[in-house]
């Protein structure tokens, strides 16, 4: 069984438009993250939920909007498409909020913005 | 404010041979370390931690890192490398501290690690 699952994997759409990625883990983890990566690897944390209440919440646009229905699925919605937002993005979870927790990561989606 | 340093965008090494890859933190307060690896087109997978039990972890393919206070070193080295290491590997550090309303995990730019046949 997968440990974190995203959907979609890919992701092309054009500028403008409004996408959701969609994660769900099956851990029963109480802490959820996004992360984005960009082409030059370089790995950005943008939000935490723990037990669905918003916990981190870095400085990304908001245009971003996170949405978490219950501890186990953490969605991210994007509207206004920009070239910008090509990347990445990374599903996390964790046990548990504290530092020492390490995260599992899902297979990543791969949003192209053209 | 926790940070996190990797010396090295870019390693290759022969196969066989011994591979390190340099992680230097900065922490206020005593932090925890981790090395992740990303193969290609796949999200990060856990190598090891340390959590100060002891200053030397060994993890998962072989890797072990060696915690060096000192140093504000966490080096990550494998005595003898393969071909399916080839991967991203990333350094993080996390840290409770009192003056933030959240704890978080930062992670390094990252090493990608080349093995040549």
């Known amino acids: 069984d997968t440990a974190v699952s995203q959907t979609p994997k890919y992701l092309v759409t054009q500028m403008g438009n409004d996408k959701s990625i969609k994660c769900e883990q099956n851990?029963?983890?109480?802490?959820m993250y996004w992360y984005k990566q960009d082409s030059k690897k370089f790995l950005k944390i943008m939000f935490s939920?723990?037990?669905?209440?918003?916990?981190i919440n870095e400085t990304v646009p908001n245009r971003f909007s996170p949405k978490s229905p219950d501890k186990a699925h953490l969605n991210l919605h994007i509207n206004s498409l920009e070239l910008g937002d090509s990347a990445v993005y990374f599903c996390?979870?964790?046990?548990?909020?504290?530092?020492?927790?390490?995260?599992?990561f899902g297979p990543g989606t791969r949003l192209t913005v053209t | 404010a926790q940070s996190v340093t990797q010396l090295g965008s870019h390693v290759s090494v022969s196969e066989g041979a011994l591979v390190l890859l340099r992680c230097n933190y900065s922490?206020?307060?005593?932090?925890?370390l981790f090395w992740y690896v990303q193969y290609p087109n796949q999200g990060l997978q856990l190598l090891l931690k340390?959590?100060?039990?002891?200053?030397l972890v060994k993890g998962i393919n072989g890797f072990e890192a060696e915690f060096k206070k000192s140093e504000t070193s966490f080096h990550l080295t494998k005595p003898s490398a393969h071909m399916s290491d080839a991967a991203e590997y990333f350094c993080?550090?996390?840290?409770?501290?009192?003056?933030?309303?959240?704890?978080?995990?930062?992670f390094g730019p990252g090493t990608s690690l080349s093995v040549i046949p």
């Open positions: 851990l029963g983890h109480d802490t």
């Open positions: 340390y959590t100060s039990a002891a200053t």
């Open positions: 996390a979870s964790s046990q548990d909020r504290g530092v020492s927790y390490e995260q599992y």
């Open positions: 939920y723990n037990n669905k209440e918003l916990i």
């Open positions: 993080a550090v996390s840290a409770s501290s009192p003056k933030t309303s959240y704890d978080k995990v930062i």
């Open positions: 922490s206020s307060v005593p932090p925890y």
